[in-house]
């Protein structure tokens, strides 16, 4: 096996550069449970105002801020819509039932959006024999669909329903920095059409640790007590939070160079005959591989390239994903590139 892995597995394997390591060595901190970490406050402040909310809220994981959020808007017994291939019903366990009590209505959705048309004929009617439709959650960027962006005019007119509806509406904007790079809108821009927002910094930002929910200072208050109950209050956290601010200053604008990266890999994967690459869904830095027509299974061919020195991981069913981050270079995407053709033949 070659000394160094080229790892695509996830964005989330990014480590701290020395300049982050050094901007949280040199936090000042204080007890967040208390309110007190001036590094946390400045974070939450300063994400606060990138996504136009009042308030926000740093917790320890993205999977922690939806469904803390989750649990701020709905009821037990309630529903949930959310596109079938969403991160929260599909990656967080059950969560949403787990810990909000609530069900889930899963839409079919096209590279991971529907629209106002699809959650017509999924919201319940008012009869008491039937759960509320109470939350509509979006996810931007789509992981599950290869990273892709949802249309902001899909947004708008699904905010409008909501309103109309009296429905909430959540953002699982973990990677919304991303869709805001291939797009040019603004973070605050996709924000303003939801009651709440969850952002990551550990992907592509490539902090360490954390996420930050943001929208009403009322809803916020009610979201730091769910945060506590789940767990995710945190003594002197200013050390993480300094990663993300320094994520926040230093990465956000590198991002373009990552979705380059997978553009270049999705069509040089494209060209291995049995691969299925929807090059249309490659819009970020995200690559669903469709690897049916192989003959082999995925694990096989994860752990042949594994053997090669190439990791990827599982993506839909019967297919493989590949992330680019910021501790890839393109160099190491084309070596990647000409290693998993060889080794497909």
Same mark, same amino acid.
């Given at each position: ?5 080229? *790892? ?28 007190? *970490?001036?590094?946390? +406050? #400045? ?40 596109? !079938?291939?969403?991160?929260?019903? +599909? ?23 529907? $629209? ?61 920095? +991303? ?23 550990? !992907? ?23 945060? !506590? ?8 956290? $200013? ?11 230093? +990465? ?23 691969? *299925? ?57 084309? #070596? ?10």
């Amino acid at each position: 096996m070659p000394d160094k892995l080229l *790892d695509f597995r996830s964005d989330t394997v990014t480590r701290p550069t020395p300049g982050m390591r050094k901007a949280m060595a040199e936090a000042a901190v204080g007890d967040d449970v208390f309110g007190e *970490d001036p590094t946390v +406050n #400045r974070l939450q402040e300063q994400v606060a105002g990138l996504l136009g909310k009042e308030a926000a809220l740093y917790v320890p994981s993205g999977t922690m801020g939806n469904q803390t959020c989750i649990k701020v808007h709905t009821l037990p017994g309630d529903e949930v819509i959310c596109e !079938k291939g969403a991160h929260v019903f +599909n990656y967080e366990t059950g969560g949403i039932a787990f810990l909000s009590g609530a069900q889930v209505h899963a839409v079919e959705g096209k590279r991971g959006a529907f $629209g106002v048309a699809e959650i017509e004929r999924a919201v319940r009617p008012d009869l008491y024999y039937m759960p509320k439709t109470r939350l509509i959650c979006l996810e931007n960027t789509h992981n599950r669909a290869g990273g892709t962006v949802y249309p902001l005019e899909l947004i708008r007119e699904i905010s409008a329903f909501a309103r109309k509806k009296n429905i909430r509406l959540h953002l699982d904007g973990a990677r919304l920095w +991303n869709a805001s790079a291939a797009t040019g809108i603004t973070p605050m821009e996709y924000a303003s059409y939801f009651d709440s927002v969850s952002v990551c910094l550990s !992907k592509g930002l490539g902090a360490p640790v954390g996420s930050v929910i943001a929208g009403s200072t009322a809803f916020i208050a009610e979201a730091r007590h769910y945060r !506590k109950i789940f767990g995710g209050g945190m003594r002197q956290a $200013g050390i993480l939070a300094a990663a993300g601010l320094y994520a926040l200053e230093h +990465n956000t604008g590198r991002l373009a160079e990552d979705h380059e990266k997978a553009s270049f890999l999705a069509r040089e994967l494209a060209q291995v005959k049995t691969f *299925d690459i929807d090059l249309g869904s490659v819009q970020t830095n995200i690559i669903i591989i469709g690897a049916e027509r192989t003959g082999r299974s995925p694990e096989e061919i994860l752990a042949a390239l594994r053997g090669k020195g190439v990791l990827l991981t599982l993506g839909n069913y019967m297919g493989l994903r590949a992330v680019t981050h910021l501790d890839v270079t393109m160099d190491e995407v084309k #070596r990647a590139a000409r290693i998993i053709r060889e080794t497909m033949g």
